[in-house]
């Protein structure tokens, strides 16, 4: 029960953080919690792309990756361990972890050795950008119910259909995509997956309001878009084992919500007043506070109980839905406890006129997302009862019937 | 980074978690149930030949010298168990309190019987309802003896070695512990009937009983803060092994309970309660081990640690022990079940040592004044 690295990632956790120094500054990123989609994205973007190329000159991409592939073949809490370095710097983020942490396991599992010498170079240093083209509006946390259609002609395939809540889809080069190529075929096995090029015919991309008012979200539309079939991950009819395994990779690539937090709630509450006292004097917010803290290092320590997986070679279990569960929640409560705070001036969205510069406001109009997106609060508790506990799957009326015979409803 | 318990100690685990169910299995904890044992002396008897009291003894003063972290492990296991024996006060209070403030030659008169089991001890801080805090407390020494009331005392029906806070002087402030002989004149015990008669529990009152201070007469408050700090602890590894235990029981039933022609388990309402519960557990479980790892190595960390693993444990505990009996229907509400055995227990862990509140306006206190660094640059020492 201790927190020593071992003396090889000791020596790595010395060699990150030298470099880090010598290259990014050290402090808490406060415009990076909500990531890109406001203010000029693409200066933001080149800036993300510099910093990306740089970090994998210096060998911290890929840590864990096999040689073969540009990694360094290192055991995964390497790479937790830069990630752990890295969060204390300001540094560009929000336009590489979906191709890093989703697409490039896919590729490196399924794609050509030819065709990972070609494009996982350019993601690592940032040179590419991907996405992942996986829910529809039909298809939310029943991703497995997609109707986007793939008809195979020839050596290619013709792509139709539409794809929705795509992050970063208006700046990247290539997604990863899972569709249908036999709706006449039971849903699960009706599925194809494939790597497209973005910049393709028949591809239109159109960003989402969403509540924040700003975000990557986009839609992605396919109009008898080609594909060759050397872009195919797995076998026709794998789609769905494909789609899992990226899925996996997921709770390792997308941790936590971010938004307002402990720290911020308690500054809050130092400062704000109720009753002509501060705020943290009062027995309710204590409570309040008290939750909050412990959670929070729960995951943190959670994390730390991860490592310790990883640093013997594991990878993190369904468990490690906790982590997401209880951090979109948490950002979302602790954001609408600091506007009560704040009492009436709680609802000006205003950064120059509120503490903390608006940031419980933001959080609370983006954190709804935090509970949908990257597996709903009720479809990872449903991972945790049947995956951990083991429970039983419920009781489904479309796992046999052809797909195209599922009954459909009017949302 | 190894932030789990050692291979050793997942051995100790094992051995434990053997012995336990072979001789402690619910039909034990039942039996002082319905009783009138204050606890279960087979148990006991063994629990003493494994040599677990001495556990985080050291060799010098008889015990087997292991670390606090055994003693977590070993705690997790008692509470998984719901083990009817005065384990807690004898090993995280009694003993604990002579190791933190003894002198030499009570350490060298007390801890080797404690270690072996000769004697039972305990602590008795409480003076009816309330916070645990100086000025609740009106049992007095003077001059040798000691006058007041203590309830309710954790095994103090059965302790041979009570510790007694009490005030020292005329300042409500200054509460000091004091060492009495549970047999001498003028200790009165009487056993209360409590939510959890599987621990027994008593009314000790002190009639100008003859007492000794603790030390050398300096183990004040800040003492009795660091002792409830790490009993703390260990109390909260038994809440997770009950917690997990009773999320063991709840799973098992709903995977074979039918109703409406299948399992109650493949239920959403049943599956994301018991997903709920896995999570408290799982965040009571890091909080505990990150506060194993403080007492262990006595950081600074420690009050903070000791809080979060308080709250967080009890918060889980009380969560599964209560939807155990949800998950199970009527068949749960009846006396023949289990379940009241884990409800039961949990509520008394929730209060012993001071309930919920005050541990988190403990642990705030400690947030607003920690001069230490942020528990964040843990990971890289």
């Known amino acids: ?411 | 980074m190894n932030f789990d318990f050692s291979d050793e100690q997942k051995l100790l685990r094992d051995v434990a978690r053997k012995f336990l169910a072979k001789r402690c299995g619910t039909n034990v904890v039942r039996q002082v149930l319905d009783g009138d044992a204050p606890f279960d002396r087979d148990v006991w008897k063994g629990i003493v030949e494994l040599e677990w009291p001495g556990t985080a003894v050291p060799e010098d003063y008889g015990g087997i010298g292991y670390g606090h972290v055994e003693l977590c492990v070993l705690a997790e296991e008692l509470g998984r168990a719901l083990a009817p024996v005065p384990f807690s006060s004898s090993v995280y209070l009694a003993t604990e309190a002579l190791q933190l403030a003894g002198s030499e030659a009570q350490r060298r008169k007390y801890l080797p019987q404690l270690a072996a089991g000769e004697i039972v001890g305990t602590v008795a801080l409480a003076e009816g309802t309330g916070a645990i805090r100086p000025s609740a407390i009106e049992t007095s020494y003077d001059n040798g003896k000691l006058r007041g009331t203590k309830t309710p005392v954790p095994d103090g029906d059965v302790a041979d070695l009570l510790i007694v806070a009490a005030r020292s002087g005329e300042s409500p402030d200054d509460v000091r512990l004091y060492l009495v002989d549970s047999t001498s004149k003028g200790v009165t015990r009487d056993s209360i009937h409590t939510i959890d008669p599987t621990r027994s529990h008593a009314t000790v009152t002190l009639q100008d009983a003859d007492a000794e201070p603790l030390g050398s007469g300096d183990a004040d408050w800040t003492v009795i803060e660091r002792l409830r700090d790490r009993a703390a602890v260990l109390l909260a590894f038994e809440q997770l092994g009950g917690a997990d235990a009773a999320l063991e029981m709840a799973t098992e039933y709903a995977k074979n309970r039918y109703a409406f022609g299948r399992p109650i388990g493949s239920f959403q309402a049943i599956k994301h309660k018991l997903a709920d519960a896995f999570i408290l557990n799982d965040l009571a479980r890091s909080n505990c081990y990150f506060a194993a790892w403080a007492l262990s190595a006595d950081a600074d960390e420690l009050p903070i640690a000791a809080a979060s693993a308080r709250i967080a444990a009890t918060e889980a505990f009380e969560y599964i022990a209560a939807e155990n009996i949800q998950t199970h229907g009527g068949i749960g509400f009846t006396w023949e079940s289990d379940c009241q055995l884990y409800y039961r227990r949990s509520k008394l862990l929730a209060l012993t040592l001071g309930g919920v509140r005050d541990w988190k306006h403990r642990l705030i206190d400690q947030l607003e004044h920690r001069t230490t660094a942020p528990l964040t640059t843990a990971g890289a020492k």
């Not at chain 1, 599992?109 to 509006?137: I, N």
């Not at chain 1, 080609?226 to 996996?248: F, K, N, P, S």
């Not at chain 1, 009492?343 to 006129?353: Q, Y």
């Open chain 1, 1 to 411: 029960m201790d927190f020593s690295d071992t003396p090889k990632e000791a020596e790595f956790r010395q060699e990150a953080r030298e470099w880090l120094d010598a290259n990014a500054m050290r402090g808490t990123d406060t415009t990076g919690k909500f990531h890109v989609g406001g203010g000029d994205e693409e200066a933001a973007l080149r800036n993300a792309k510099t910093w990306q190329a740089k970090k994998a000159d210096a060998g911290f991409v890929g840590v864990h990756w096999p040689k073969a592939c540009g990694g360094r073949e290192l055991p995964p809490s390497f790479t937790a361990i830069y990630q752990m370095e890295e969060s204390d710097y300001v540094v560009p983020r929000g336009f590489f972890e979906i191709g890093l942490g989703m697409c490039a396991p896919v590729m490196m599992r399924y794609a050509t050795s030819e065709q990972v010498r070609e494009h996982l170079p350019d993601m690592m240093r940032g040179e590419k950008v991907w996405c992942q083209l996986f829910s529809e509006p039909s298809a939310g946390s029943d991703v497995a119910g997609l109707r986007t259609s793939v008809r195979q002609e020839g050596d290619e395939w013709v792509l139709n259909g539409q794809k929705v809540w795509t992050s970063g889809a208006h700046f990247s080069d290539y997604g990863i995509l899972v569709a249908r190529h036999d709706p006449n075929a039971p849903k699960h096995q009706g599925l194809t997956f494939f790597f497209i090029d973005m910049k393709s015919p028949g591809i239109e991309v159109r960003r989402i309001k969403s509540i924040p008012g700003r975000s990557n979200f986009c839609e992605v539309f396919f109009n008898n878009v080609r594909i060759h079939d050397a872009q195919r991950l797995g076998e026709i009819g794998q789609g769905w084992e494909v789609a899992i395994t990226t899925l996996m990779h997921e709770r390792l690539a997308v941790g936590q919500a971010s938004g307002t937090n402990f720290d911020d709630v308690l500054a809050l509450a130092r400062t704000a007043e109720l009753d002509g006292r501060p705020a943290v004097e009062d027995s309710l917010v204590r409570d309040k506070l008290a939750d909050w803290y412990v959670r929070d290092k729960g995951l943190e320590y959670g994390r730390y109980r991860m490592l310790t997986r990883l640093s013997r070679g594991e990878m993190p279990g369904p468990e490690a839905s906790v982590g997401k569960v209880v951090s979109a929640a948490q950002v979302q409560q602790v954001a609408k406890f600091g506007m009560d705070l704040m009492g009436a001036a709680g609802i000006v969205d205003d950064a120059r006129l509120v503490p903390a510069g608006g940031a419980f406001q933001l959080s609370f109009l983006a954190a709804p997302g935090y509970r949908i997106a990257g597996g709903s609060d009720e479809i990872l508790r449903n991972v945790i009862a049947e995956r951990v506990l083991g429970l039983p799957g419920d009781i489904r009326v479309d796992k046999k019937l052809p797909f195209n015979e599922l009954p459909t409803g009017t949302a």
